[in-house]
């Protein structure tokens, strides 16, 4: 009987998979999420004189991520293309408990991830 080794990136990922069991995050099977728009859909069809997007629920792979203190920019790619994320710790964490932005958002989730995110549509000062 041979032993198998795991590569590095894989130990990284069975950790991060064994701290979110910790939090109680259970991410398999992943529960159904219920998604209103798509990435495509979005990009052609917002307009921000009309207000609409304003109640956005989508799912994709996290693509790349810029992190900057309590905010955070990623990319969410779903079956239609991709999209920019903007993400505030106080948004995702109101009551003071950090741990969902800190921890599961900035250490334990990766690239290539499936995560889904609730929302509303706006432009950034940089025109995404």
Do not use: W
């Amino acid at each position: 009987m041979s032993i198998i080794e795991l590569s590095e990136q894989e130990q990284l990922r069975r950790n991060s998979l064994a701290e979110l069991r910790k939090l109680g995050i259970n991410p398999y099977p992943a529960a159904m999420y219920e998604v209103n728009a798509t990435a495509e859909q979005i990009h052609s069809e917002f307009d921000p004189e009309k207000g609409n997007f304003q109640e956005v629920s989508i799912a994709g792979r996290l693509m790349s991520r810029r992190i900057m203190g309590s905010v955070s920019f990623f990319e969410l790619q779903d079956h239609t293309g991709r999209i920019q994320v903007y993400i505030k710790r106080d948004d995702v964490c109101p009551e003071g408990d950090t741990t969902l932005y800190n921890t599961v958002f900035k250490k334990l989730l990766d690239i290539g991830d499936i995560i889904g995110v609730k929302g509303f549509v706006f432009i950034t000062q940089t025109g995404e």
